[in-house]
């Protein structure tokens, strides 16, 4: 007798309507509770709505940031989850079931997400990655992955940038920054590793700007590289 066990068709229909409910009553109290302001700066995209399909990357301060970052870009997207995350008995029941996950081992080598992203991409959806690959609450940016940057430059869809104040507190509007859409084109000359090290770099510290800019910074606070940035200090 096999030992996958065989899913509950009603059951599993059942579910896929509660993740509906969830998922507007999740975006429906960001909206209301957090007041999200968004701010672009650019002349090319003026809304969520994008019209052309984007990676789009922001820094990871908080929980919620990936909540919010799915509520504002409501429509025609997907997001990079950590496997991790979607294996946790915590969140399994609801991201197994949440089409617009892609599932990304951020531990181990792992190029099956970039090839579902693609598809999605080839599809019309946007695909939202956060490339620092977890929080961090010093007010610090951790090192950017390539993952973004490599997707980016192998299928030509431009990366836009972000930048989230990471509060989520009563009384205070989120903030969120928005510039223009930039590509990632390749490079001769350069070796593949080393172009896209540095793409992940320039963007990491223009997230950076953005986050300052949203925290109503006037002047932005210089960001080490991530070779000479510390690493976050647990409490």
Request: overall charge positive; some cysteine.
């Amino acid at each position: 007798m096999s030992d996958v066990k065989k899913k509950n068709p009603l059951f599993e229909l059942f579910m896929q309507l509660v993740m509906v409910i969830v998922i507007y009553t999740v975006r429906v109290y960001l909206l209301v509770w957090n007041r999200p302001k968004v701010t672009f700066l650019g002349e090319t995209v003026k809304s969520p709505r994008l019209k052309t399909p984007s990676v789009i990357i922001a820094n990871h301060t908080s929980m919620w940031d990936p909540l919010m970052m799915l509520a504002i870009f409501f429509h025609n997207r997907s997001i990079v989850v950590a496997k991790d995350q979607i294996e946790d008995p915590h969140f399994s029941w609801a991201l197994t079931r949440v089409k617009c996950v892609i599932p990304c081992d951020r531990f181990n080598l792992d190029t099956e997400w970039a090839l579902i992203a693609k598809r999605e991409l080839e599809k019309g959806n946007s695909v939202i990655i956060f490339p620092e690959g977890k929080c961090r609450y010093d007010g610090l940016l951790n090192e950017f992955k390539t993952g973004f940057a490599f997707l980016a430059r192998s299928t030509g869809a431009p990366v836009l940038s972000v930048g989230i104040d990471g509060i989520y507190k009563r009384g205070h509007r989120t903030q969120i920054v928005v510039t223009e859409p930039e590509k990632i084109e390749r490079v001769k000359g350069i070796p593949s590793s080393k172009h896209l090290a540095e793409r992940s770099e320039y963007f990491r510290q223009k997230v950076w700007a953005l986050k300052q800019q949203a925290l109503g910074k006037t002047e932005v606070e210089p960001l080490p590289v991530a070779a000479e940035t510390p690493e976050e200090v647990q409490a």
